[in-house]
């Protein structure tokens, strides 16, 4: 007996090793399906949510519909075809539809991982179910008194998702390949299935005993608890649904209002998966604290996020929002287990949570995007705790003696107040935003705004684009400056002297991975064509009609709708004179641009001698090594070309290598004179598409406390203010 609950939980556990391992291989082979965009994973979660709800569907249709035995066998052959679907998947072909990237999501995981996925999010409260069972019986005949209570399960469940959780980025991405990944994955997935078939087999029988001994007359006081109120089932979803929608609302708020940091995404999921670790393994929560600091965490929210224009330094920020957050899901997760029902009803309550999750994350990575035209769901969730929070403890007092009437009713009016002032938050939040914003437009690519100052000086009004927090072009607009290219794009840049001597003396035929504000239509002239490749058709939009660059340029201008890399493998050579990569911003680096088998296909699209140009700008990540990794084996030379700040002239710093065979280019005096040296990157691979780690090319120096020059402890994020916290 013994033996098969130590199985059990064996089972639970790998099973929610696997299925947070799964997550990341997934959409690491989604991302260049889609240009890289951050929200892929935003769609993952809300696809994995969904899968998970259909998973503790399966379970509860099961447990309430089979015998233990019929379980066992159905369940035993759900598990040999998932392994079977996996097996002939090892090396997928996938495809996709940069249109309807929500639609290829859903579709492309459905078919990869959609079988597999749904059996491991079934097995834990499948297997919990049975223990929970055998945890009935063996109370009831005192032959088990030792076991484990069946709700601290969930809590190892979590422990083996926050394991794997923190194992990918750190130890499994940065030593194997996607391949290697996938088939490592498949063997550990047969594993499971053997321990889980074994467990469900040879506990049938005892199962089968325990549901005899429940249907006693003389069963426990828990056996013969009745079901759960409608009340409290209501609950159970408002609680899980609170906490994933303040999960996915401070990763994407971390992402795009305080630092576009690669794989900043873990530790909102650390706090998330942390919170039902401490609550359900039944020793650790202090109601009276936690609704506490809840208030205060929501008050000190509701501060910060009231004013866009100022943020706190990057250290204190996602320290701050992390801590918030898990906080938050203690509160949550911890009245969930206050709530939980007895044993028998297990699989119910967890289908509720994992209704409460799906919902959560469609709000905030489906509903949101479409309704609001920037981040606000964050705030929404925070409306959505207060109110919550003032629900759960409205009739208790929150644990206060029912003699103390003036502080159950100030307690009352306190969450009151708490709840009116997160409601504030958002007015003030959207009038923020549209300070001098002229337009302001959110699709799955992104949330992108448009400001304009009507400034004093010869340079004339000031337009910029930002995606978040990131700036993707600025013109000013004096006749003498309208056609001047700024930020990253100054004649000085790497790419600026790409562009002016590449070709001297004839037209120049180039293309542009990345629009932006079109900047570098600037550099265009008579008989030259400039073909951009642009994935989100709202930029191209912009670019059009509130910037000057592409309309008065004097190159032919053509714009290819869709993923870069997409659409060349889909065209006859370009003969370009140079190809510029400009497509590198924020946390989600499309790193399917800079591998192998990308500068490959740049190299059929370039004419001999051609030189491509890549942008690697970035305040966190150090992505000339992996460029000049990538020239030395194509057989090609690599330079930087390092700029500096002009403010004078909206300038800049700007880091581009030029790649190309061209010696005479590579010789030019102008070239020389601005090149640097690109450092070695020790211990980094070659990146292909099966492999790629951005945690090697982390700059850690980033995230010292120490003040750097060129980087203010902390800069107001005004629309005027060109300081690295506003740039790529």
């Not at 965009?37 to 503790?56: E, M, N, R």
């Not at 906490?243 to 305080?258: F, H, K, P, R």
Request: glycine content about 6%.
């Amino acid at each position: 007996m013994k033996l098969l609950h130590g199985l059990c939980a064996v089972a639970i556990f790998l099973g929610s090793c696997l299925l947070f391992l799964v997550e990341p291989i997934v959409a690491k082979r989604l991302l260049p399906l889609l240009g890289g965009s951050a929200a892929v994973w935003t769609t993952c979660l809300v696809f994995f949510q969904i899968a998970l709800l259909l998973g503790y569907l399966l379970a509860h249709w099961l447990v309430t519909h089979l015998k233990p035995r019929a379980q066992a066998v159905v369940y035993a052959a759900l598990l040999a075809a998932g392994l079977l679907l996996l097996s002939l998947n090892t090396r997928p072909n996938l495809h996709s539809d940069t249109a309807n990237p929500v639609l290829s999501v859903f579709l492309v995981l459905t078919t990869l991982v959609g079988l597999p996925f749904l059996l491991l999010s079934a097995a834990g409260p499948l297997l919990q179910a049975w223990y929970a069972r055998s945890f009935d019986a063996g109370t009831t005949s005192g032959s088990s008194p030792k076991m484990v209570p069946p709700y601290r399960l969930f809590a190892l469940s979590n422990l083996g998702s926050l394991l794997a959780l923190v194992l990918y980025p750190w130890l499994i991405e940065p030593r194997f390949d996607l391949h290697a990944q996938t088939v490592a994955w498949t063997i550990g997935y047969a594993v499971f299935a053997v321990a889980c078939a074994l467990v469900l087999w040879r506990g049938s029988d005892r199962a089968d005993a325990a549901i005899v001994t429940a249907a006693d007359p003389g069963a426990t006081k828990e056996t013969a608890e009745p079901p759960p109120t409608l009340g409290n089932r209501i609950l159970w979803l408002l609680l899980a649904a609170c906490g994933s929608i303040l999960l996915c609302a401070t990763t994407s708020y971390l992402s795009q209002n305080v630092a576009a940091i690669p794989l900043l995404w873990i530790l909102p999921l650390i706090a998330y998966l942390l919170s039902f670790v401490l609550v359900f393994q039944g020793k650790f929560y202090p109601r009276r604290i936690v609704l506490g600091l809840l208030a205060v965490m929501l008050i000190s929210l509701g501060y910060e996020l009231y004013d866009v224009q100022v943020t706190l330094p990057i250290q204190v920020a996602v320290a701050f929002f992390c801590v918030a957050l898990l906080i938050i899901c203690v509160f949550c997760h911890g009245e969930l287990h206050r709530l939980r029902p007895a044993p028998q009803y297990v699989t119910s309550f967890y289908l509720f949570i994992s209704a409460g999750g799906a919902l959560g994350a469609i709000f905030v990575g489906i509903i949101a995007p479409l309704v609001f035209p920037a981040n606000y769901e964050f705030a929404c969730g925070l409306v959505f705790t207060s109110v919550l929070a003032m629900a759960v403890t409205w009739k208790d007092g929150a644990l206060w003696p029912r003699e103390l009437v003036a502080v159950t009713v100030l307690w009352r009016l306190g969450w009151l107040a708490v709840s009116a002032g997160m409601v504030a938050v958002i007015f003030i939040q959207a009038w923020g935003y549209r300070e001098n914003a002229i337009i302001q437009v959110r699709s799955f690519y992104g949330s992108l705004r448009v400001t304009e100052i009507n400034s004093e000086t010869e340079m004339g009004m000031d337009r910029t684009l930002m995606n978040g927090t990131i700036l993707h072009g600025e013109q000013y607009f004096a006749e003498q400056w309208r056609k001047v290219p700024t930020t990253y794009y100054a004649e000085d840049s790497g790419v600026g002297l790409a562009l002016m001597y590449c070709c001297p003396g004839r037209p120049k035929r180039i293309g542009i991975v990345g629009l932006g504000a079109g900047t570098i239509a600037a550099y265009g002239r008579k008989g030259d064509v400039f073909r951009f490749y642009e994935i989100n058709p709202q930029v191209v939009k912009i670019a059009r009609s509130l910037f000057a660059y592409l309309p008065e340029s004097k190159a032919a201008i053509e714009i290819v709708p869709g993923d870069a890399r997409l659409s060349m493998a889909q065209e006859p050579p370009q003969n370009y004179d140079v190809i510029v990569v400009d497509a590198f911003s924020g946390d989600a680096i499309p790193v399917h641009l800079l591998t192998s088998q990308a500068i490959k296909l740049y190299q059929t699209h370039l004419r001999p001698g051609g030189i491509l140009a890549v942008h690697v700008s970035n305040r966190y990540l150090e992505l000339a090594p992996v460029v000049q990794q990538q020239a030395d084996f194509a057989g090609l030379q690599a330079v930087l070309i390092a700029s500096a700040d002009k403010d004078e002239r909206g300038e800049f710093n700007a880091d581009w290598v030029l790649v190309t065979a061209n010696k005479d280019f590579l010789a030019r005096q102008e070239i020389e004179d601005a090149s640097t040296p690109i450092a070695n990157k020790p211990g980094l691979r070659l990146w292909t598409d099966d492999y790629n780690s951005l945690l090697p090319l982390l700059q850690h120096q980033k995230w010292s406390l120490v003040h750097h020059p060129d980087e203010p402890a902390e800069a107001p994020k005004t629309d005027d203010n060109k300081k690295p916290e506003d740039k790529k």
